[in-house]
Every structure is written in C-alpha cells, then in structure tokens.
C-alpha cells in the first residue's frame, strides 16, 4: 500500500524496467523486492476483465486501489469509498528516488514521521497506514539487524527466540507473518504486538517507543474503530498523492508496460476529468 508514496499513485511500481525504460525499475529497486509476483498477474488479470466489459477507461493505478481496498475488506478491514479516475505514469521512479521516498525498516519513528511529513501526512496518518502490516510476511534479510549480531533489548526475549529458528543467520532466505496474534485477518492486533514488543521492524516497535506516537498506538490497540477511520483517513490522503488525471499519462493496456504510443490511448471520457469521483 505504501509503494504509492514515491511518484503518487500512478501506477509505476507496476512498470517492468526492460519495457519502460532504461535502467533499474521502480519495481526492482531493493524496497519493493517483497512485492509478490503473483500480485502483479492478479492486477494484470483484472485489467483484462474490466477492460473486456467496460472497454479501455479503467486504469491500472485505479483498478489498484480498488484492489487494496477490496484485499482489506476481505481480509476483515474497513470498506470504503475509493475516488477514481487516475491516469497510469509514463515512467517508473528512479532507484534513488524509491529510496528516498520509502523509508527502510530499520528506521527509526522520527526518521519516518520527517520523510512523511514532506507528503502532509501526519503522526496519526504514519501510525495508521503502519498498521496495513497487520496482514502480510516479512523476508528476514529486513528484520535481521535486530537479530544480529545482538538481539535488540526492546524485542521481547521469547518472539526474538522464535524469529532466530526461522531466521539463523541475518540473511536467511525464509520469511516469517508481520503480526504474530492474527496473521491472516485485518485487524488492530498489530497495536498489541507493539504494546508487547513484538513488533517485526524497528520502524514498527519503534512508533511505541516513541513520544510523539505511543499514545496512538495505544488508542488503536485498544479501539479497532478507531483505527479503521484513521486508517480509512489515511490511506484516502495516500491515494490521491500526485495523481494523474484528465489528458495527464495514459490507460494502459498492460498494466506492466507502457503504451507503444500512450497518444492513441487517449480515453475521451476522461480527458476533461477536474476531479476525482468514488467507488
């Protein structure tokens, strides 16, 4: 969800760098390599369906949200009301500019709040979208630093025994689930996890080590409304980060690829689009 923070919601963490473009894709760089494979082919698979019914004037940054949101309903999150009527980017973020625009893990709270602060997203909305990492699975290589070559004295002594059998070494290629309580259901248990430091990150544990956000973790560990509205509120602001509209990119016609000549592709019933309608 957060990989719309580089270049906005655009679509371009799904553009392959050999087709696109010179150099390292976006969806290449070392942030975005815990990306699922199989999650590109779903986004292409439902391009393919809505294209077929409803024609070319859906795009993929569009059919993503959905996605993410329909992916946190299903999964026992909120539903909500996604605005519509992005256009895909012509090109992927450079690596440096997906570097400094996803913060790795290892950072610290304050490192992340600075880096979001840029995009007017605040403490609340850092701590809510953090908490998405209530479903998903972590490779160790992201966790390892916490591990070794000394546990880290925050890391509850049991859950760091427990990650060391599934990771022995830093670079262990082997993955473990990000919330230990409710791995497959989207929920405010990852609140909890902090609360009993056993949070997977040092930029997740850290939000509750932190002053300026441990009271609101402790409000969504203890109010799962709450953080659905926070969250609600958050990943709509998310979602509307330097978006394409009107006669701006193009629809694609493979959500991995661009137009051969993204001018053809023009879709006349959005090209006066002012402002974004829901769904």
């Known amino acids: 969800m957060e990989k719309s923070m580089v270049q906005g919601c655009d679509g371009s963490v799904l553009l392959d760098g050999s087709t696109s473009g010179p150099g390292q894709s976006e969806k290449t760089a070392p942030p975005n390599l815990t990306l699922r494979a199989r999650a590109f082919q779903i986004i292409n698979e439902l391009r393919a369906k809505i294209h077929k019914k409803c024609g070319r004037v859906v795009s993929c940054a569009d059919i993503t949200a959905l996605a993410a949101r329909d992916a946190v309903f299903l999964s026992g999150g909120p539903d909500y009301a996604v605005p519509l009527g992005r256009r895909d980017g012509l090109t992927f973020a450079t690596l440096e500019a997906t570097l400094d625009n996803l913060p790795p893990p ?3 709270a304050s490192a992340i709040l600075d880096n979001l602060a840029r995009k007017n997203l605040d403490a609340t909305d850092v701590v809510a979208l953090s908490g998405g ?3 998903g699975i972590a490779h160790c290589p992201s966790f390892g630093n916490r591990l070794y070559p000394t546990t880290d004295p ?3 002594k049991t859950f760091a025994k427990n990650l060391k059998v599934v990771c022995p070494k830093n670079d262990t290629d082997a993955f473990t689930v990000q919330d230990i309580r409710t791995p497959n259901t989207f929920d405010n248990k990852y609140y909890v996890d902090l609360m009993n430091r056993q949070g997977l990150f040092n930029s997740d544990q850290d939000l509750y080590t932190f002053s300026k956000t441990k009271e609101i973790v ?3 560990a203890v109010d799962q409304s709450l953080f659905f509205e926070k969250f609600v509120i958050a990943m709509t602001k ?4 330097s978006v394409l509209t009107g006669t701006q990119g193009e629809i694609r016609a493979n959500c991995s690829v661009r137009n051969p000549d993204n001018k053809a592709y023009l879709a006349s019933v959005v090209e006066d689009v002012e402002s974004l309608t829901e769904f």
């Open 106 to 108: 290892s950072s610290s």
């Open 133 to 135: 990492h209530t479903i």
């Open 154 to 156: 925050v890391m509850d």
């Open 218 to 220: 402790k409000s969504f």
């Open 238 to 241: 998310m979602g509307q980060l």
